[in-house]
């Protein structure tokens, strides 16, 4: 079954009961049993819910999966994933990646004794020489936020195969549609299912997919045993978004390059980060693991200062200034004091993060609007 199809049938059939094409919403927080123990597959809403686990099955077809877990966030999505470590374990993540996760890691696991160090994933040979007896994770995201630098995911996972270490893969930025991770020999996939995967702006959810029977289970009974889950109108939104993925995220990745060529034209941008140049330090990467490079764009300006970059956010019409991503409306942000707020200055200015940052989410409007619409903007600094 291809993409196109899988988004729309893989895992859903028809209600048994109604006949109904659209997996009904189960609203229920508790389910009647003949007798203890003998009931249809369903005891307890925070165990289990329909709605919830058709979205769990179309989710792990989507991203060639066995299983599926949805949570409540993509943060507690990672939590979850967090909590499989033991103290003394230790952590390699790449050093660009979105500010929640590095105050994850920093301000509530490290002080159990997890140890996270920060690194360039993109060079194999300083992120080896991190490797210890004791490291028992790498987090990649790739696409990274906000800089859009490019990991090799089979490179990483090749690195420590054999050596009992997960290598989880952050999806979110790329979508089940452009990057498969687990086919690249990523024990986890991670989304925050908030962005592409629901597509509208309108839910909160996260998800993890893998093919590892065991990891399943652990993230199985830490759903169930801590209960960020979400609930069943929220799994519902994300199944519906899921049904235009594929057609969205193209839109979005054709408006993009359009947007980034635009912007490396502009006499006021000093630098366009965007993986689709051929002149990107990991085009080929990009151009190996994706299917196309993705709809986020980032940019510094000529005039390097905040200011600046401040009437160019407050300046735009069909940008929207806000956080997040993935909508099918575009939106424009300031990593530094938005996404990123909660990582030290220095530390995003080791990987580029200026003041001057503006990050873009390109929607699937008309791209001629768009790119006027910038335009107008950068014409006020």
């Given amino acids: 079954m291809k993409f196109g199809t899988k988004v729309i049938h893989a895992g859903i059939e028809p209600d048994p009961s109604t006949g109904a094409i659209m997996t009904p919403i189960f609203q229920t927080s508790t389910y009647v049993q003949a007798a203890p123990g003998d009931h249809k597959g369903y005891e307890y809403a925070r165990t289990q819910n329909p709605t919830r686990s058709v979205l769990e099955k179309n989710l792990a077809s989507l991203e060639n ?164 889950i979400p609930g069943p109108q929220d799994c519902f939104l994300i199944l519906r978004g899921i049904k235009t993925l594929h057609i969205r995220v193209e839109r979005a990745c054709q408006n993009a390059e359009k947007i980034a060529d635009f912007l490396q034209r502009h006499p006021k941008v000093s630098k366009v980060y965007y993986p689709g140049f051929k002149n990107h330090p990991a085009h080929e990467v990009a151009k190996k ?8 764009v980032s940019f510094d300006l000529t005039a390097n200062s905040e200011d600046s970059a401040r009437k160019v956010l407050s300046g735009t019409h069909l940008f929207s200034l806000a956080e997040s991503l993935g909508g099918v409306e575009s939106l424009i942000g300031h990593p530094a004091s938005m996404t990123h707020g909660s990582i030290p200055k220095e530390e995003r200015l080791k990987v580029g993060l200026t003041d001057s940052l503006i990050r873009l989410s390109v929607g699937i409007e008309d791209v001629d609007d768009l790119i006027q619409d910038l335009d107008q903007a950068l014409a006020k600094v």
């Fill in 65 to 228: 999966g066995t299983d599926a877990i949805c949570f409540g966030s993509g943060l507690a999505a990672m939590d979850s994933i967090l909590k499989l470590l033991n103290p003394g374990d230790e952590v390699i993540a790449t050093d660009d990646l979105y500010g929640g996760s590095y105050r994850m890691m920093t301000k509530v696991f490290a002080k159990y004794g997890i140890k996270f160090q920060f690194a360039d994933l993109t060079n194999s040979d300083k992120f080896r020489s991190l490797i210890t007896l004791k490291t028992r994770m790498i987090w990649v995201e790739t696409p990274t936020n906000p800089m859009l630098n490019i990991i090799d995911i089979k490179r990483v996972c090749d690195n420590v195969k054999g050596q009992n270490i997960m290598v989880c893969v952050d999806n979110t930025f790329a979508s089940p549609y452009l990057q498969n991770p687990l086919d690249l020999g990523a024990d986890l996939v991670v989304h925050s299912a908030t962005k592409y995967l629901g597509g509208h702006s309108d839910v909160i959810h996260g998800a993890i997919i893998t093919k590892n029977a065991e990891i399943a289970a652990q993230l199985r009974f830490l759903q169930n045993a801590v209960g960020a």
């Fill in 289 to 296: 693991q994706m299917k196309m490079f993705g709809g986020m």
